[in-house]
């Protein structure tokens, strides 16, 4: 087996099915074997899975375990020589696996790639190639400057702004969107860290994937279409308390013992405040999110033109 797609569902039914049909309608000549792990739905998710998609290995949670730990598990199933972890609210395109999979046949430094990644308007999702959060390039994009100096490295550090979306390039961290990721990797490092429970886990095993000694590959040779949440909307607290637990989870982990604890202190604080503001800023949006249907192909949609200057909220 050469390919395991792994994607997670939780209240997609619609968007998961229009990812599994992108999928089966891949142009490979690779093997591939696909894992629904669906993480207690409140929607009829597992009946439809199973009633259009039988080839597919369905992993029914009876509890939302989170993301981390629901790839885990099928990963622990999984057979093939490289795993894809694969958002359920994606499209690829037909060429998406054949493209990707022959790179990481042609690349045996590399441990994880990622293709280009847009959102439905045709504008480039900027975390599909990022640097790691130091605590720099944290400060410059929590505060604006990469905003305000798009085209300075020094200020771009985390989304990469003054690189071109559409060159190939290593770069320090992909998306758990679409992460490819050699087996003997996962084998040397272990899968993702449960302690995140839906952000961060990608950002921390890009940078374990790194310490390793692997290499990481930007590839916009193909591409995948990401329908996101109506981000103009308001999101649901939990969702805005994890994405910024992980900042600090990934801090404590990584960084926490390189600098004093008045800048651990400051970091911590930094992170609190902008949960705050996060806090207050949703209450102001409108109401219950909209929840958006994929076409079943994303073929209309073209990534050319699309650059590193287009924001992005997660």
Not at 89 to 101: A, E, F, G, K, Y
Not at 154 to 179: H, I, K, S, T, W
Not at 180 to 209: H, P, S
Not at 281 to 302: E, F, H, M, T
């Amino acid at each position: 087996m050469d390919l395991s797609i792994i994607i997670v569902s939780y209240n997609t039914c619609r968007l998961t099915l229009d990812c599994l049909q992108s999928v089966f309608d891949s142009r490979t000549a690779y093997q591939y074997e696909v894992f629904v792990v669906d993480n207690a739905s409140a929607d009829d998710s597992v009946e439809a899975i199973s009633r259009d998609f039988p080839q597919v290995i369905l992993i029914a949670n009876e509890e939302n375990t989170g993301f981390a730990r629901a790839n885990n598990q099928a990963m622990e199933a999984a057979n093939g020589r490289y795993v894809l972890l694969l958002n359920s609210d994606t499209i690829i395109q037909p060429d998406t696996l054949q493209t990707m999979v022959s790179l990481m046949d042609e690349r045996p430094d590399l441990g994880a790639a990622g293709c280009k990644i847009i959102l439905p308007d045709g504008s480039l999702d900027k975390a599909c190639r990022r640097g790691f959060p130091t605590p720099s390039a944290s400060f410059y994009y929590a505060f604006g400057f990469s905003r305000l100096f798009p085209n300075t490295p020094r200020f771009n550090q985390y989304q990469l702004g003054y690189l071109d979306p559409n060159e190939a390039y290593p770069v320090d961290c992909l998306m758990g969107a679409f992460m490819l990721v050699r087996r003997e990797v996962i084998q040397q490092i272990g899968g993702l860290d449960e302690t995140f429970f839906m952000y961060g886990e990608d950002v921390d095993w890009c940078y374990r994937i790194k310490e390793a000694g692997w290499g990481i590959q930007y590839e916009p040779a193909t591409y995948i279409v990401h329908y996101k949440g109506a981000s103009s909307r308001r999101k649901p607290f939990k969702i805005i308390y994890e994405f910024h637990r992980a900042m600090w989870v990934f801090h404590r982990k990584h960084y926490k013992r390189r600098y004093s604890w008045l800048t651990n202190g400051l970091i911590g604080l930094g992170i609190a405040v902008k949960f705050m503001l996060s806090v207050i800023s949703n209450k102001l949006k409108p109401g219950k999110p909209a929840v958006r249907s994929a076409p079943a192909s994303a073929s209309a949609q073209s990534p050319q033109g699309t650059n590193g200057n287009m924001e992005v909220r997660r």
